[in-house]
T-cell receptor, first 109, second 114 residues
Framework: GQNIDQPTEMTATEGAIVQINCTYQ??????LFWYQQHAGEAPTFLSY??LDGLEEKGRFSSFLSRSKGYSYLLLKELQMKDSASYLC??????????WGAGTKLIIKP | IAGITQAPTSQILAAGRRMTLRCTQD?????MYWYRQDLGLGLRLIHY???????GKGEVPDGYSVSRANTDDFPLTLASAVPSQTSVYFC?????????????FGPGTRLTVL
């Protein structure tokens, strides 16, 4: 079967660093996406990894290890506006996205 | 206006009624998708369309139908609504060519079936 696992909820402090993990088992692999979703809003694209390694984009970085079926999203210098759910999604062999349930990140002052 | 629009924003519907959720994009994207999002579950694909004139079934298609008469519009119809269809529905689109095929989402429709 196909499965994406992420922690349900995480809490971090403003200004700190947080790492959100995602493990996956899918039929085929055509890239891994991270999306951000604020409460009551639509998901918005954050990052894409298809090769092993780290992709950095400002305060956000995403890492992929295909051999381990593992990714993480790293958020630095946390701001209150980063409070949101973070969704991990993997492209399967049909290029359809399989989604994790999301990790709700709570930022405390 | 650039992006994806959905209508209505929210709706309360009696069980057994027919309902069409509308989705329009102006990015000339080839592919469009309908998802439902329920608490504690990931986004689940209902139906998709890789190009105008074609549609396909996703993970949870039962009770829903779609059509893709043109590039811009991708309506989702619930023929006879049931309470288990209470959910937030998101329409998305992507270029459908090359990798990555990033999906862009509409604002969602919150549907309650009583």
């Amino acid at each position: 079967g196909q499965n994406i696992d992420q922690p349900t909820e995480m809490t971090a402090t403003e200004g700190a660093i947080v790492q959100i993990n995602c493990t996956y088992q899918t039929s085929g692999f055509n890239g891994l996406f991270w999306y951000q979703q604020h409460a009551g809003e639509a998901p918005t694209f954050l990052s894409y990894n298809v090769l092993d390694g780290l992709e950095e984009k400002g305060r956000f970085s995403s890492f992929l290890s295909r051999s381990k079926g593992y990714s993480y999203l790293l958020l630095k210098e946390l701001q209150m506006k980063d409070s949101a759910s973070y969704l991990c999604a993997v492209g399967d062999s049909n290029y359809q996205l399989i989604w994790g349930a999301g990790t709700k990140l709570i930022i405390k002052p | 206006i650039a992006g994806i629009t959905q209508a209505p924003t929210s709706q309360i519907l009696a069980a057994g009624r027919r309902m069409t959720l509308r989705c329009t994009q102006d990015m000339r994207h080839n592919a469009m998708y309908w998802y439902r999002q329920d608490l504690g579950l990931g986004l689940r694909l209902i139906h998709y369309s890789n190009t105008a004139g074609t549609t396909g079934k996703g993970e949870v298609p039962d009770g829903y139908s779609v059509s893709r008469a043109n590039t811009d519009d991708f309506p989702l119809t619930l023929a006879s609504a049931v309470p288990s269809q209470t959910s937030v529905y998101f329409c998305a689109s992507s270029d459908g060519q090359g990798v990555p095929d990033t999906q862009y989402f509409g604002p969602g429709t919150r549907l309650t079936v009583l």
